[in-house]
């Protein structure tokens, strides 16, 4: 405080700290803004040329060092190894026309996408969180609790071939809406990598989704016994009765 009626100053460090922190903040804004940019214009580009080939190094360059962890959305970044495990499974079992859809697992799309992955370009994150719209019209905005009503919903339908998912909430209605997503967008013998809690196993079995045994971790730790469910036999993840 300076005089005895004034307004509450503050030192010259903590400004000194504060607009720091504000321009930090306004940087990453405007590189932000840049690469969802260039995303827009990559994609019209590839649309325009119908070009495959056309990878988008951009895109590859962001990495979930832009994207602190919100709890309030659930968010429990993956650690390193699980986000490369989960991207290499999804290169192993797909080619340049394959099309790939993250859902709710935003730390395996980034890794994917910086892999430079031949199917750069139809590879969609579908996520809550819009932060992750730098990646331009290839994030989809998504709410589990409306599991039909997406962007390009009528396009995807019944066409992709492999999911990596993992559901907001450890609930039966979560789990329960988000795979009416999965099967909406699955094609027929599409691929499906769900993780989730071990608690969830029943659900999971009735969408073919068995228990393997990988143990997806977490950046920050995570006190349930937190699984990893495919539907198919996978030479990394494999099944949990193989054992
Ligand atoms: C349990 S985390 C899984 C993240 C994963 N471990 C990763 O590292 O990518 C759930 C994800 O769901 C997203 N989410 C939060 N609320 C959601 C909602 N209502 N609908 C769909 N996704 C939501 C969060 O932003 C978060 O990315």
């Given at each position: 405080m300076s005089g005895s009626d004034s307004e509450p100053e503050l030192s010259a460090e903590t400004l000194r700290i504060l607009q720091q922190v504000m321009q930090e903040q306004q940087e990453q804004q405007e590189r932000f803004e840049q690469l969802r940019q260039q995303a827009e214009d990559r994609f019209d580009a590839v649309q325009d040329s119908n070009?495959?080939?056309?990878?988008?190094?951009?895109?590859?360059?962001?990495?979930?060092?832009f994207f602190r962890e919100d709890w309030q959305l659930s968010q429990f970044w993956y650690d390193e190894n699980t986000s490369e495990q989960l991207a290499k499974e999804v290169l192993d079992n797909t080619d340049k026309d394959s099309l790939v859809c993250c859902i709710s697992s935003p730390t395996a799309y980034v890794k994917l996408m910086s892999m430079n992955p031949p199917t750069q370009n139809n590879n969609f994150l579908f996520e809550y969180?819009?932060?992750?719209?730098?990646?331009?019209?290839?994030?989809i905005h998504y709410d589990y609790s409306h599991?039909?009503?997406?962007?390009?919903a009528p396009e995807l339908k019944s066409s992709v071939d492999l999911i990596v998912v993992d559901p907001p909430f450890l609930s039966e209605e979560c789990l329960t809406k988000t795979l009416e997503t999965v099967r909406f967008l699955l094609k027929e013998g599409g691929k499906v990598v769900l993780c989730t809690g071990a608690v969830m196993e029943p659900i999971a079995l009735k969408d073919g989704l068995k228990m393997t045994q990988f143990f997806p971790g977490h950046q920050n730790g995570l006190s349930n016994d937190f699984r990893c469910y495919v539907n198919y036999k996978s030479e990394r993840f494999p099944f949990k009765d193989q054992e």
């Open positions: 070009d495959s080939n056309n990878n988008n190094k951009d895109l590859s360059k962001i990495t979930m060092d969180d819009t932060r992750f719209d730098v990646y331009g019209r290839q994030f599991p039909l009503e997406f962007r390009l």
